[in-house]
């Protein structure tokens, strides 16, 4: 039931509707027409005349206006800024448009109208009042770190949960960007760029240096944001400590690392017969030990690789597997290694990562190169290929032929890429018998 307030705001309201000095800022739309999108700098004042209209946040409906005479499009017509929300028309719909520079003259005629604008300010700031204060209770009691940032990654807000995990509380991180909180920034950034695109991320583990506790591993996931036009509104984080399970995964992996060649070596010292890689009888043992032990670093080198790599495995986020690359790097004598190159390969065979460890060769070079038109040769029953590959190092006038050994990537029996060794041929010319045959004639399998 209407109050007498009501009934006289309402007359002042069809009073404007149907004045026929109004009727010059009529305007008709059909459905699913915009007449503004968030971010839209306009200012212009709107009276629903007839239909329907959802309000959209994004790409989410949040209200809708079916009432003649509803007033939208204040907030901006007050206080100048860009529109908050899209207003978008679900069928034939007329609407007053008032420009700005009009409504002192619509305010002295329709006293009224000012004494509405305010009570619809009252009642969507109450409204939203209590929507803020029910989602703010609401992720409180999230076990899950959550974490909402503006447009240039600047923190605006945060629940109990991630003020515990990252030890600092909302006015010391408020206004900081996000990337500020992890010890690698670069990481983030990576992971960020990688969320952003659109591509179906994994959650990611980054280290964070927390003011009681030290360094702790945070589990992270993230989702963009977006306005109705697809335009960047911010970032919500999802974060969880895994620092105990991380640790106790690292032991494992040590010890997995350490046991492997033990493994190979003594499953290739009882096996070389029956797995027809044996070396003919006239070369000597010495020339049978270097084969052994070529073989023995590969296969060490390659599983060691693969369990630091498959879970950031990901062309887009060349940052992390070159964190990877380098810290395998950083564990190895490279004197001893057999290996100029480590080459990375996505599905299609082509260079997204490298790192080089001996001669001129120019690893950001190779990034983007492909190997799909070369031909990957070697045992059908082996994990690895042998390639020939013509490469020019730097300062040489010609290139020159070069042996890599290309190992498969892959995940639940689906191809991720190739781990690629480009052979050392300095090493492989010395000892004459480490040649193309006895590197294809090799064999690799899954301990």
């Given at each position: 039931m209407q109050g007498k307030g009501d009934l006289v705001v309402w007359a002042s309201m069809e009073s404007i509707i149907n004045n026929p000095e109004m009727q010059k800022y009529r305007r008709s739309f059909e459905a699913g027409q915009a007449i503004f999108w968030e971010g839209d700098d306009s200012t212009d004042l709107h009276i629903l005349i007839s239909g329907e209209l959802n309000v959209l946040k994004g790409d989410k409906v949040i209200a809708h206006m079916d009432v003649p005479g509803t007033i939208f499009g204040e907030m901006s017509f007050l206080l100048g800024g860009k529109r908050t929300a899209t207003i978008k028309t679900l069928g034939k719909s007329e609407v007053l448009t008032v420009p700005q520079e009009d409504i002192k003259l619509l305010r002295q005629q329709y006293p009224d109208i000012t004494e509405?604008?305010?009570?619809?300010?009252a009642e969507r700031l109450d409204h939203a009042s209590q929507v803020v204060y029910g989602l703010r209770q609401f992720c409180d009691q999230l076990p899950d770190a959550v974490v909402l940032t503006d447009d240039e990654d600047r923190i605006i807000s945060m629940n109990q949960a991630a003020k515990s995990l990252y030890g600092y509380g909302f006015s010391q991180l408020q206004g900081k960007r996000l990337e500020e909180i992890y010890e690698d920034p670069q990481a983030f950034l990576a992971f960020e760029k990688a969320a952003r695109s659109g591509k179906e991320v994994r959650e990611r583990a980054l280290a964070i240096n927390h003011p009681q506790k030290g360094r702790r591993w945070v589990s992270l996931s993230m989702n963009s944001l977006y306005d109705a036009r697809k335009n960047f509104k911010g970032l919500l984080a999802l974060?969880?400590?895994v620092t105990s399970s991380r640790n106790t995964k690292k032991r494992f992996q040590r010890t997995l690392l350490l046991m492997v060649p033990a493994m190979l070596i003594f499953g290739g010292y009882i096996t070389m017969q029956a797995l027809d890689f044996s070396l003919p009888g006239?070369?000597?043992?010495?020339v049978e030990a270097r084969k052994n032990e070529l073989q023995t670093r590969l296969a060490k080198d390659f599983f060691m690789l693969k369990a630091q790599l498959l879970d950031y495995y990901d062309p887009s986020d060349q940052a992390a597997t070159h964190a990877k690359l380098q810290k395998f790097l950083t564990l190895q004598d490279k004197k001893t290694m057999p290996y100029s190159a480590i080459i990375l390969l996505d599905q299609d065979k082509r260079v997204f990562d490298a790192v080089t460890i001996k001669g001129q060769n120019d690893a950001a070079s190779m990034i983007g190169n492909?190997?799909?038109?070369?031909?990957?040769?070697?045992?059908?029953?082996?994990?690895?290929k042998v390639l020939n590959v013509y490469r020019r190092e730097v300062g040489q006038p010609s290139s020159h032929r070069v042996l890599e050994m290309a190992f498969e990537v892959k995940r639940k029996g689906q191809t991720l890429g190739w781990i690629v060794f480009q052979m050392d041929m300095d090493l492989l010319k010395k000892h004459k018998q480490l040649n193309e045959a006895a590197l294809k004639n090799f064999r690799f399998q899954e301990p």
């Open positions: 509405e604008i305010s009570r619809l300010l974060g969880r400590d006239r070369e000597s043992a010495q492909t190997y799909a038109r070369l031909n990957f040769e070697g045992r059908p029953d082996s994990l690895h």
